[in-house]
């Protein structure tokens, strides 16, 4: 691991925290839930079916107290939240290696390490990029093994936004597969609330808008990338994802007209999506078995 020995990484010098394990049942509750949200026309994922790729992020949550939140809604500690002063977090993308499904019902144990800490200064100032590493087990057996790369800095950003939205543009495409989504309010607080996301800019709109400067709220970077897979999922659903990775360029808002598009060539898909505004709010690359 690289880390600066000013600025951020200063704070962060003597900090290495222990990998942890933790464990969970893949009830089929969540995923229930999550198609609901996503008006899935086919029958859900029941027990015994194979978890969909990044599905377990609705397993393993967090709850902490409510005095243990800071004004933003995020946790005030955590395992693997560097110690830096006035810290603010952002989800930048990650990779999946999934060697076997996980199954749904089954008892799975989380293995999490951070493998890379590294200082950045970019055009907006310091950023400390943290990269966790989780392993996922059932039956004694390595299912699956992930690395998210999460990024901090210390205050708030001067990033540029749209100052109003149009939420009645549409983007347009002709790729082959497309799955349009217009998120709204409730939504995202059913996404907050599956997946224990406290962060205030999903739910609260004065929050959101007079705080942390967006124009409304903002789509939480999982559910973007949920349903780029969802392309993969519902036009290619007999082949068996082995490997993905994805990244957040930039943030999309609730009432604007999302589409993601893709299409697959040979064992691989590329995958995105846009608004009229931006062709590439997230990306994916997927690898079929």
């Known amino acids: 691991m690289h880390i600066a020995q000013s600025g951020l990484g200063s704070y962060v010098e003597s900090w290495s925290p222990p990998a942890i394990e933790a464990h969970d049942v893949l009830s089929p509750a969540p995923t229930a839930a999550l198609s609901a949200l996503f008006d899935q026309p ?3 994922p029941a027990l015994g079916d194979n978890l969909p790729p990044l599905w377990h992020w609705l397993y393993f949550l967090q ?6 939140l800071g004004n933003d809604g995020h946790p005030g500690q955590g395992h693997f939240l560097p110690p830096i002063p006035d810290r603010q977090r952002m989800f930048a993308g990650g990779r999946c290696k999934i060697i076997e499904p996980l199954r749904i019902g089954e008892r799975t144990r989380r293995i999490s390490s951070m493998s890379t800490l590294t200082s950045k200064r970019g055009t907006t100032g310091e950023l400390l990029f943290v990269t966790v590493r989780s392993e996922y087990v059932q039956h004694d057996r390595t299912r ?8 901090y800095r210390s205050g708030r950003s001067a990033g540029q936004h749209p100052t109003d939205l149009d939420t009645s543009a549409t983007p347009q495409s002709d790729v082959p597969w497309q799955f349009p989504l217009q998120p709204d309010p409730t939504l995202l607080f059913r996404f907050s609330a599956l997946t224990a996301n406290a962060h205030r800019i999903h739910y609260d709109a004065p929050y959101a808008k007079g705080e942390e400067g967006y124009p409304g709220l903002v789509v939480h970077g ?16 007999d082949r068996a994802v082995s490997s ?13 007209q999302l ?7 040979g064992r691989s898909a590329t995958l995105q999506i846009a608004t009229h505004r931006e062709p590439r709010h997230a990306t994916a690359e997927v690898t079929f078995a």
């Open 222 to 237: 999982p559910l973007l990338v949920l349903t780029m897979l969802e392309l993969a999922r519902r036009n290619a659903p």
């Open 259 to 265: 589409l993601a598009t893709g299409g697959s060539t």
């Open 42 to 44: 086919e029958p859900v």
């Open 63 to 68: 709850w902490p107290t409510q005095q243990g």
């Open 244 to 256: 993905l990775s994805y990244r957040l360029r930039r943030p999309a808002f609730a009432g604007e």
């Open 144 to 151: 699956l093994i992930e690395e998210q790369d999460i990024v």
